[in-house]
């Protein structure tokens, strides 16, 4: 089976501008995380989507969004783009069949914000 | 807030050698997972164990085990046979009732 894909890999914007990552789960996997990784935060969990409904969501501003489409592909959105969101965005999936509900994880994508 | 904690920001330890990683964490559930979670300098981050709250038995595989002690709320990594290879951010986390949470990662250099 393929991994988790996330696209783009590397982003460089400005503030003020609005980005959209994408994340491809595991084939079958229905649920899909996202996550933000920074040197001085570590791992916050921003939200997770099942069946394209979000079941929970993290303690993040407006300016971040998500959807999941039908599919089980997902997009996070962020607008008004703010020099602190400049981060390491994870994404991950997991099958809710398996009792672990284990997390794959993707390569990430690598947003600048200049 | 119910979180995880890893009070290691760093450690080393020489190659062959035996290393313990700490984590502790709060909950409210009765059952719960627990993940120890490996993102080397490439930054893919990949599972290492895994062990459910209600398993008494404590979880291995090969050179990687945990000590947990539920009571503690404590679930500790041992890694023994440390390789170059195992050089890496380890980052413990807990799932509950669908909400995952992670330690802040504790960076482990092996040396030659």
């Known amino acids: 089976k393929a991994g988790v894909t996330q696209t783009p890999r590397y982003l460089i914007k400005t503030r003020g501008q609005q980005v959209t990552l994408s994340c491809s789960p595991i084939s079958g996997h229905r649920s899909v995380s996202w996550y933000q990784q920074t040197p001085g935060q570590g791992l916050q969990f921003l939200f997770e989507y099942f069946s394209e409904t979000q079941r929970n969501k993290g303690n993040f501003p407006g300016r971040f969004s998500g959807r999941q489409f039908s599919n089980s592909r997902s997009e996070m959105n962020v607008s008004t783009l703010e020099l602190g969101d400049s981060a390491l965005y994870l994404c991950?999936?997991?099958?809710?069949?398996?009792?672990?509900?284990?997390?794959?994880f993707g390569p990430g994508t690598r947003l600048t914000v200049l | 807030a119910q979180t995880v904690t890893q009070s290691q920001p760093e450690m080393s330890v020489q190659e062959a050698e035996t290393v313990t990683l700490s984590c502790t964490y709060d909950t409210s559930e009765s059952n719960y997972y627990l993940f120890w979670y490996k993102q080397p300098p490439s930054r893919q981050m990949i599972l290492v164990i895994r062990q459910e709250a209600y398993k008494q038995q404590n979880a291995t595989e090969n050179r990687f085990s945990v000590n947990f002690q539920k009571a503690a709320k404590s679930f500790s990594l041992k890694i023994s046979d440390s390789q170059l290879g195992d050089t890496a951010m380890y980052f413990c986390?807990?799932?509950?009732?669908?909400?995952?949470?992670f330690g802040a990662g504790t960076r482990l250099t092996v040396k030659p």
């Open positions: 986390a807990r799932r509950s009732n669908n909400d995952m949470r």
């Open positions: 991950a999936s997991s099958s809710r069949d398996q009792s672990y509900n284990e997390q794959f």
